[in-house]
């Protein structure tokens, strides 16, 4: 293997790694912030209320069968990436979530606004890295990377439908909606858009994303 392609690959797990990490942490924050859950787990709230079994139990064979579907699909979207979602990210979740509410233990609604706020915007810079890595993404968000692969629609626009749908559905069958799932249904998409093409992409291809923007800018003014 090339010092390019080492180098290149070494970039990638790194991005990998902490772009997934970072989704936990996000979580954390949202959670803390009380403020709704996001699209895909009010979609499984929802299908668990058609169901007797234990949220945990059933949220295991959920993910399961989207694996499936993955797999099936384009089994390129698993990777280390997803392995990491499927393993670790509920731990760090935990964690993060435990350590905000001893840090914070009396939040009013200014701090849990800016705990969400926070929460998304790291959720969307973090799903940024990982998808740009291509090294495996969660089994929900490879549903619109595959869509936005396989029709005319831009992927941001893709991310928004397969949100709504999800909540939607998971409303309809008696999950709750609030502020957070709103705001996170319309703007994860874009933000996540935004951040590839600022930071990720320059990065992965081992630029200076500053100078990268500064260049591109100066050339849609000519």
């Known amino acids: 293997m090339s010092d390019k392609k080492k180098s290149d690959k070494i ?3 790194v991005m990998t790694v902490s772009g997934v990490s970072a989704s936990g942490v996000a979580v954390g924050f949202f959670n803390y912030s009380a403020f709704g859950m996001d699209p895909f787990q009010v979609l499984a709230h929802g ?6 079994l234990g949220y945990g139990t059933f949220y295991t064979i959920f993910s ?4 499936i579907f993955v797999l099936i699909t384009d089994r390129k ?3 280390l990436g997803t392995v990491i979602n499927m393993f670790l990210l509920g731990y760090i979740t935990e964690f993060f979530s435990w350590l905000l509410a001893w840090l914070f ?3 009013g609604l200014f701090l849990r606004l800016v705990m969400l706020i926070i929460g998304i915007t790291i959720m969307c810079l973090a799903a940024a890295f990982y998808f740009t890595a291509n090294m495996g993404v969660s089994v929900y968000d490879a549903v619109a990377l595959y869509l936005s692969e396989h029709t005319p629609v831009k992927f941001q626009f893709c991310r928004i439908g397969s949100d709504v749908f999800c909540v939607a559905l998971g409303f ?3 999950a709750q ?3 957070g799932t709103i705001i996170t249904m319309f703007f994860t998409g874009p933000l996540i858009h935004f951040f ?3 930071l990720a992409i320059p990065l992965i291809r081992g630029r200076n994303p500053i100078t990268c923007n500064v260049k591109k800018s100066r050339t849609s003014n000519l």
């Open 47 to 52: 299908l668990w209320n058609l169901t007797s």
């Open 105 to 107: 233990p009396d939040g």
């Open 172 to 174: 309809f069958f008696g």
């Open 177 to 179: 909606v609030g502020l």
């Open 11 to 13: 970039r990638r797990i």
């Open 196 to 198: 590839q093409e600022t």
């Open 64 to 67: 399961l069968l989207l694996f």
């Open 77 to 79: 979207k698993i990777g």
